[in-house]
């Protein structure tokens, strides 16, 4: 039985990378491994219980799922191919990816498992180590390179033209048997947390003394998978590795969710969660902030601004984002920073500012007249195009006396418009003259002029007094 672990830590959110290795060296390695699984499984019973929803966080802070601890074992249960000398589907009781989630950028943390039920995908497994005599290869020697993300996420360049190369080892599992796993490294520096190490000077330095945990979705590939000759369970993607028994207090960042959709004008909210690492204690300050690019349009905000943690204690705080009218349409990040002495952990959300559908305002000046019986007064109405809305207005008026008590014979006064529709063109202006008239036997009184401007489907309102007087 073999256990592949596919790290994928790409720039930016990527989390996905393709898996590529050196088949003179993975062919070695995978027949001395399935020889050795395929003795040890018989001994072990299946696995077949309901896994618990995991509650550790993810050392990403671009992966929003928390994790369930477990076993290589527990993850590939013990159902053998004595015919491919790979593993069988029905070994695992965690949920398994399709291979659509494995390429995006946001897999799911709960997914159909063997027998149809959900289950968690997102596990930490500790403690693996490379197996005897073995090292780790650099990519960059055997090609394995890239410099554009998949076709899947976008198919863009890297960040600045840069280019990202696998590592690839053979880890172990020696608290249970010594099965194998494999793990490639796609090092990313900027989407990884203090306590994850995410880079191939480190990971190639590796030795089979070292013991590493690792946290990644759970995935299933058949011998008909593309480059595989064998059936696995993989972690694919794997999202963050570490050295074990890590033991320099931390802090990790997660929101939810980790991107927001706002429309100009409106805000939108996320939820921070900070968890203590490795026994950290203290109060963490917060402070928040968007692309530069949209400062002066758009604003963020924290609540509260700072948390106090306990040793393994969570805390949370809402990240406010409100754009403005004149936010400019596109995508932005907003970033978070906590800041606990010489700890400083950033976390970085996407953020879509989106236009709203085309609409219209309507306003009135002066918004309170006095008129004398038998006279009349004026209102200008101002109708204005927003986010690009083209149409006709219609105008109406209706009339009623602010005393909702007066007398139901009472004389009101009249209203009319001139023009009584306005045409407006794209982010254009426009404006009408209301005349409010009283005749010698209209009621002297308050009365609230209601203006009505009808486009289509679109109604909006605007209210003006006015007060008939004695001569």
């Known amino acids: 039985m073999e256990t592949e672990v596919v ?90 990816l399709n291979t659509t989630d494995e390429s995006s950028l946001h897999p799911p943390c709960t997914a159909p498992n063997v027998n149809g039920t959900m289950a968690p995908t997102f596990v930490e497994i500790h403690g693996i180590s490379l197996t005897a005599n073995s090292i780790v290869e650099d990519g960059a020697v055997g090609g394995k390179c890239g410099t554009k993300y998949l076709s899947t996420n976008g198919g863009g360049p890297y960040p600045s033209g840069q280019t990202f190369c696998n590592a690839y080892g053979v880890f172990q599992d020696t608290t249970e048997y010594t099965g194998n796993c494999e793990t490639l490294d796609n090092p990313n520096p900027k989407i990884c947390i203090r306590r994850t190490v995410c880079n191939n000077s480190t990971f190639d330095s590796l030795n089979p003394t070292q013991k590493i945990d690792v946290q990644g979705f759970v995935a299933w590939h058949p011998p008909s998978s593309s480059g595989h000759g064998y059936s696995s369970w993989e972690l ?23 991107s927001l959709s706002v429309q ?167 404006s009408s003259t209301m005349t409010v008239s009283s005749s010698l036997l209209t009621t002297p009184g308050t009365y609230t002029v209601t203006v009505t401007g009808t486009s289509g489907t679109m109604s909006h309102s605007t209210t003006v007094t006015v007060t008939v007087s004695l001569l």
Not at 60 to 84: D, E, K
Not at 242 to 248: D, E, K, V, W
Not at 299 to 308: D, I, R
Not at 324 to 339: H, I, L, N, R
Request: charged share 5%; aromatic share 4%; glycine share 8%.
């Open 264 to 430: 100009q004008g409106s805000s939108s909210t996320s939820t921070i969660t900070l968890q203590s690492l490795d026994n950290f204690s203290g109060t963490v300050a917060l402070a928040s902030g968007p692309s530069p690019v949209i400062e002066n349009t758009t604003t963020t905000s924290l609540n509260p601004t700072s948390v106090s943690l306990a040793p393994g204690g969570s805390a949370t705080s809402t990240l406010t984002v409100k754009t403005s009218q004149t936010t400019s349409p596109g995508s932005y990040k907003v970033s978070v920073k906590a800041m606990s002495g010489s700890i400083v952990r950033i976390l970085t959300l996407s953020l879509i500012v989106t236009s709203p559908p085309p609409d219209f305002n309507i306003s009135a000046s002066p918004t309170a007249m006095t008129a004398a019986v038998g006279s009349s007064g004026t209102a200008t109405i101002t109708l204005s195009s927003l986010y690009s809305f083209a149409g006709t207005v219609n105008l109406s008026g209706t009339i009623a006396p602010s005393d909702t008590t007066a007398s139901l014979s009472l004389v009101k006064p009249t209203v009319s418009f001139s023009p009584a529709s306005v045409a407006l063109g794209a982010n254009g202006t426009g």
């Open 7 to 96: 790290t994928t830590l790409q720039p930016t959110t990527q989390v996905h990378g393709k898996r590529t290795r050196t088949l003179p060296i993975v062919a070695t390695v995978l027949l001395a491994a399935l020889a050795v699984s395929a003795g040890l499984f018989a001994v072990h019973s299946a696995s077949a219980t309901t896994i618990t929803p995991g509650n550790l966080p993810s050392w990403n802070p671009n992966v929003n799922c928390q994790a369930t601890l477990a076993t290589v074992h527990q993850v590939i249960g013990n159902h053998f191919n004595s015919s491919t000398q790979g593993a069988l589907e029905s070994g695992g009781p965690f949920g398994v």
């Open 236 to 258: 694919h993607p794997l999202t963050a590795w570490r050295l074990s028994n890590g033991t320099t207090p931390d802090i990790s960042m997660v929101s939810n969710p980790p």
